[in-house]
């Protein structure tokens, strides 16, 4: 009998320890920092509309060039917060941007443009999120950097802001460009 009185409090309490302990581990946890299967390896297959024209936009657009690959949406925050910043990089940095609107009103998304400025070269529409889906998107906004081959080496969660273009994005960015195709 003592047996089972004693298990009904001690189960519970490693229990309760054993749970504070994960939760104290998680703490510590960087959730930019998840990896993803797709570094180093060729970005999956799409073909989406184009935003503002007609036309569409496959992974064979990244071909023959270094690209930032933004997903963002006119419902995110966040993506306004970085948007300055994606628009000084266009002007300034000579890299090619282009945008993954993520499960977003198109109309929306040119009037959100026209009003604030338009980093990208080209954007193509992803409406049910499938294509965000494949590349491993947690949410918006996230970055990839994908090399000349159409290959992606970087994977960024959450807003660029100027020090993480200073000293995490620019040098991968600037190596890569010097890269011979």
């Not at 995110?76 to 994606?86: Q, R, W």
């Not at 290959?151 to 020090?163: N, Q």
Request: with cysteine; glycine share 4%; hydrophobic share 45%.
């Amino acid at each position: 009998m003592s047996f089972i009185k004693k298990s009904h409090i001690t189960l519970p309490l490693i229990l309760f320890i054993l749970i504070i302990i994960f939760l104290w581990k998680g703490l510590n946890l960087h959730p930019n920092l998840i990896p993803s299967p797709l570094i180093n390896k060729p970005a999956p297959y799409f073909e989406l509309p184009s935003l503002l024209d007609s036309k569409k936009i496959s992974n064979k657009d990244f071909i023959g060039h270094v690209t930032l690959l933004n997903v963002w949406a006119t419902w995110c925050a966040t993506c306004a917060e970085e948007h300055d910043l994606l628009l000084q990089l266009a002007q300034q940095e000579h890299i090619i941007i282009y945008g993954l609107n993520y499960k977003d009103n198109p109309n929306a998304a040119k009037k959100w443009l026209m009003q604030y400025g338009n980093p990208y070269q080209k954007i193509a529409v992803d409406q049910l999120g499938n294509v965000a889906i494949d590349l491993g998107v947690y949410g918006t906004p996230e970055t990839f950097i994908i090399d000349k081959k159409g290959v992606i080496r970087y994977k960024h969660i959450g807003a660029i802001s100027a020090d993480v273009w200073e000293n995490k994005l620019r040098d991968l960015v600037t190596q890569l460009q010097n890269e011979s195709s």
